[in-house]
């Protein structure tokens, strides 16, 4: 079993920036690809930005530009800059393993509004 939490989210004004941290433990050497999805009220979940093992990435267009992901053995980061007030969803850390097995966290609120 891998266990996600998450920090970081909150209010902020549009044009600001927050940093979302993912914390892993248990299980963490079956970690394959770590990522960050969100979701807005009455919108499906959607990928924001992903990393594997290798370091590569990858980012949903609607934020290439403006997040960056990061990752350090068990830890997952999201810095997100130039938010907008279509950012503003529940961010999900989210783990999978070498098997395939999904991991989520609880989610992190973030708003954008003045």
């Known amino acids: 079993q891998v266990q996600l939490v998450e920090s970081g989210g909150g209010l902020v004004q549009p044009g600001g920036s927050l940093r979302l941290s993912c914390a892993a433990s248990?299980?963490?050497?079956?970690?394959?690809?770590m990522a960050w999805y969100r979701q807005a009220p009455g919108k499906e979940r959607e990928l924001v930005a992903g990393?594997?093992?290798?370091?590569t990435t990858n980012y949903a267009d609607s934020v290439k530009g403006r997040f960056t992901i990061s990752r350090a053995r068990n830890t997952v980061w999201l810095q997100m800059n130039n938010l907008k007030t279509e950012d503003t969803a529940v961010y999900y850390c989210n783990a999978k393993s070498n098997s395939g097995t999904l991991y989520w966290g609880q989610g992190t609120q973030v708003t954008v509004s003045s």
């Open positions: 990393i594997t093992g290798g370091g």
């Open positions: 248990g299980r963490i050497f079956s970690i394959n690809t």
